[in-house]
């Protein structure tokens, strides 16, 4: 729990005003529903009713995020391992017996898999990735590598945490394994690529380190009490030592200690520190609202949540993102219209007088407000000048005369 709460994809998304803690919550609730479904096997009504519970949770999993399609392989998956390690003295003389049945029966089940996914437009989206994230979309080492910057202490320890887990808790370590490592293969072969992704798996990874640090600290605890008293009086503080090194030793702590010292500014440590300002450019921005009758926005929820309406997102990833992923496709998260180039603009000016508000990052980037839209504001619309450090831009374009 205590690794989870200090992990940057969870500061992160605490303050990502979107649906993934949520999903992480729905996944683990199935997870924990399955788990508890194998454990009380043979028990069939005890387990039936385990299962039946993970319903509501899949439900609303897969009503947030589409991708609960593989949380929901990976932790099936991880059942099967785990069920079959538990009892593998049962297990191992019908999985020899029939070792070519069975593989013959995965192959199909894997085959039936593919073609319903195509099927069902499932494949297809596997292998879609947005504008602003295509450029990692064949990078396999994507979530190894974000791992690894964001739990350096940690994530080089989780394949011994592993071992330690799946020999001392032979069950719950191979479902924890087994789930983990389903789910991160599977989204590092999908083409649309980002930590939050990935986040509803990051409890499975706390949970296999979690095991194997309590196997080794109980260990460690029996090693000192067989010492003597006096060493046994001391375990506490070593355990509490422990702790502290390694919080010490990790990026968070790291982090932590150089924004306390006023070394690093929010801006370095949040990677939403340095977010563009819309507050603190309103009192600009509002007289000009009132006076609009067409107002394009390069970020629509923020528009939404700052100034009230937007009616076109100018934002060449959005666009790929309507239901027609063309200029003037509809986004059907917030019901507005995308926009991306330069003749679009022209034929959405040419409805009244407009307000554009960009964001600096968005500006002449392939992904957001391209050049040839900037080049094309600074023609026909005029500059208007925003407080410093608000991180935005805008323009005034009067309608253009017949």
């Known amino acids: 729990g205590g690794l989870l709460a200090i992990s940057p994809w969870t500061i992160d998304l605490a303050v990502f005003a979107r649906f993934y803690t949520i999903h992480a919550l729905a996944v683990f609730g199935v997870f924990t529903s399955v788990y508890g479904c194998i454990s009380a096997l043979p028990q069939r009504r005890l387990a039936g009713f385990w299962l039946l519970s993970a319903l509501p949770m ?14 929901v392989g990976a932790v099936m998956a991880g ?7 538990g009892n593998w003295l049962t297990v191992r ?20 898999a593919f073609f319903a996914f195509q099927y069902l437009g499932y494949l297809a989206l596997f292998l879609d990735s947005p504008v602003w994230a295509s450029g990692s979309a064949n990078w396999l080492n994507y979530y190894n590598r974000a791992l690894s910057r964001d739990m350096p202490l940690f994530w080089p320890l989780l394949p011994v945490a592993a071992v330690v887990a799946c020999v001392a808790r032979r069950q719950l370590g191979w479902v924890l394994l087994v789930t983990g490592a389903v789910a991160l293969a599977a989204h590092s072969l999908a083409a649309s690529k980002a930590e939050r992704y990935l986040y509803y798996a990051l409890p499975f990874i706390c949970l296999l380190l979690g095991v194997a640090a309590s196997e080794v600290g109980s260990a460690a605890l029996r090693w000192l009490a067989a010492q003597g008293e006096s060493w046994r009086r001391m375990a506490p503080m070593c355990i509490a030592g422990l702790a502290g090194l390694a919080f010490a030793a990790s990026q ?11 070394a690093d500014p929010a801006s370095v440590v949040l990677s939403y520190g340095d977010e563009p300002d819309w507050g603190q450019a309103l009192p600009v ?4 609202l009132a006076g609009a009758d067409v107002v394009i926005v390069s970020n629509a929820m923020k528009a939404l949540f700052y100034l ?6 100018l934002n060449v990833s959005i666009v790929a993102e309507t239901d027609t992923r063309a200029d003037f496709g509809i986004d059907l998260r917030t019901g507005g219209r995308a926009i991306s180039a330069p003749q679009s603009l022209r034929r959405v000016l040419a409805e009244g007088d407009a307000l554009v508000v960009a964001e600096d990052e968005k500006l002449g980037t392939s992904a957001g407000v391209t050049q040839a839209s900037v080049a094309f504001l600074g023609e026909q619309c005029a500059s208007v000048e925003l407080p410093a450090g608000t991180g935005l831009s805008a323009w005034w374009c009067p309608r253009p005369s017949r």
Do not use: C, F, N
């Open 285 to 288: 921005l509002k007289p000009r």
């Open 308 to 313: 009230g309406r937007y009616d076109y997102e």
């Open 93 to 112: 003389p019908w999985v020899v017996r029939y070792r070519w049945s069975l593989i013959i029966v995965a192959i199909a089940g894997l085959g039936a």
């Open 252 to 262: 968070e702590g790291y982090r932590t200690a150089r924004v306390l010292v006023g």
């Open 58 to 71: 899949l439900i609303v999993a897969m009503h947030l995020q589409i991708t609960s399609v593989i949380s």
């Open 79 to 85: 059942a099967v391992a785990g069920w079959s390690a």
